[in-house]
DNA sequence: TCAGACCCTCACAG
DNA sequence: ACTGTGAGGGTCT
C-alpha cells in the first residue's frame, strides 16, 4: 500500500549523532526531527526510541531507497564488536552510542567534499545549501513546508561558469568542483562502475579528480560506496591518532595507512567515524584519554 | 617530504 | 560599532 509516511522499528539508531557527524551536509533539525532531501524525495525523519518515522511528500511504493540510505539493516553490534578495543576507542564508542555511516549519492558525497576543505562543517553546509538552492531541481514539498531542491547533477554543473560557483561562496574550490563535474558529465569517469571495483581501484579512479586527494577520496569511498575499510584521516583523527599510537615520532602516510587497516580492522572506516566525532565533540576539544 | 598558495567566512579580540 | 587577525573534514605545485 502506498503511503507518504512509514514507520521502521530499529535498534541502536542515533539519529541526531548520524546526521550531524559530517557525513552529509543537508540535514536541517525540524521540532524533535530532521527534514532533508534524498535523491529528489523531501525526507522527514523522527526517532522515538526503537521507532524511526519516515515522512514524504509524496506517497512511496517501496522505500528500500531509505532503508539502503539510512544503512537499516545493519547491525551495529556486530560492528562495533569487530573495533579495537584500546580504551580510547571504548570511549568514543560509549559517547556516542548508535551512531552509523549513512550510504550516500555517489555524485552528491563527491561534490560535498570536494567543496569541504579547510572549511568547518556549518560552512560545508551554507556552501552546498547555495549551490541546490541556484542549480538544484524543484522536489515535491509537503504544504506549509519551504520550497526545497535536489541536489544537482554534474550535468548541470558542467554548463555553470567558475563566476557563478564561486558566488556559492566556495571561493578556490570552484575551479575543483567545475573540472570534476565536467569529467563526469563527460563520461571520463563512471561513478556507478566504481561499484564494481575493488576499493584500492575505486580510489585510484577517484584521485584522478582534480580537487580530490587522499583524504576526500576515503570519505566518497566510505560514505557513499560503503567501502568500510576505507580510513580519511583528517585533522581531528590526526590528532587522536598521534596521541595515541604515535606519541613519538610521526608516521609517515603510508605508515599510517598501513596501521589504521591493520589495527582497526575490516570496519575501521567505522571505527573511525567513532573516533572523529568523539575529537569533535569532547568538551576538552583535542584531547583523547589514553588510560 | 615540505612549504605556500588558494577563497571566503566567522568568531573573537581590542 | 568598527577593524584586525586567525584558522577552518585539503589539495596542488
Not at 44 to 50: E, N, P
Not at 95 to 105: E, V
Not at 229 to 257: E, G
Request: hydrophobic share 40%.
Amino acid at each position: 500500500m502506498n503511503s507518504t509516511q512509514k514507520i521502521f522499528s530499529v535498534i541502536d539508531y542515533n539519529l541526531d549523532a548520524t546526521l550531524t557527524s559530517g557525513q552529509a551536509f543537508r540535514w536541517k533539525r525540524h521540532g524533535n526531527g530532521w527534514v532533508g532531501i534524498i535523491g529528489n524525495r523531501w525526507v522527514q525523519l523522527q526517532s522515538k526510541g526503537t521507532e524511526l518515522l519516515a515522512q514524504c511528500a509524496e506517497p512511496v511504493a517501496d522505500w528500500d531507497w531509505l532503508t539502503h540510505y539510512l544503512q537499516l539493516d545493519l547491525d551495529l553490534r556486530e560492528v562495533v564488536a569487530t573495533f579495537p578495543s584500546d580504551l580510547a576507542m571504548r570511549s568514543a564508542v560509549n559517547a556516542c552510542q548508535g551512531l552509523r555511516l549513512l550510504r550516500q549519492d555517489p555524485w552528491e558525497c563527491l561534490a560535498s567534499f570536494i567543496l569541504s576543505s579547510t572549511k568547518q562543517i556549518v560552512q560545508i553546509q551554507q556552501i552546498v545549501s547555495l549551490l541546490c538552492e541556484k542549480f538544484g531541481q524543484p522536489v515535491a514539498v509537503p504544504e506549509g513546508f519551504p520550497g526545497a531542491r535536489s541536489f544537482p547533477t554534474p550535468e548541470r554543473l558542467a554548463l555553470a561558469s567558475e563566476i557563478e560557483l564561486r558566488n556559492c561562496k566556495m571561493g578556490f574550490r570552484a575551479p575543483y568542483l567545475l573540472a570534476s563535474a565536467r569529467m563526469i558529465a563527460e563520461g571520463r569517469l563512471n561513478l556507478q562502475q566504481l561499484h564494481s571495483l575493488s576499493a584500492d581501484e575505486a580510489r585510484a579512479r577517484l584521485l584522478e579528480l582534480p580537487g580530490v586527494g587522499p583524504k576526500i577520496a576515503d570519505c566518497v569511498l566510505l560514505f557513499a560506496y560503503g567501502f568500510q575499510t576505507a580510513f580519511p584521516v583528517d585533522v581531528w583523527v590526526m590528532k587522536a591518532l598521534r596521541q595515541l599510537y604515535f606519541p613519538r615520532r610521526r608516521p609517515s602516510r603510508l605508515k599510517l595507512q598501513g596501521f589504521t587497516q591493520n589495527y582497526f580492522g575490516r570496519n575501521a572506516g567505522y571505527a573511525q567515524q567513532y573516533l572523529f566525532h568523539y575529537m569533535r565533540t569532547r568538551r576538552e576539544n583535542g584531547t583523547v584519554k589514553t588510560n
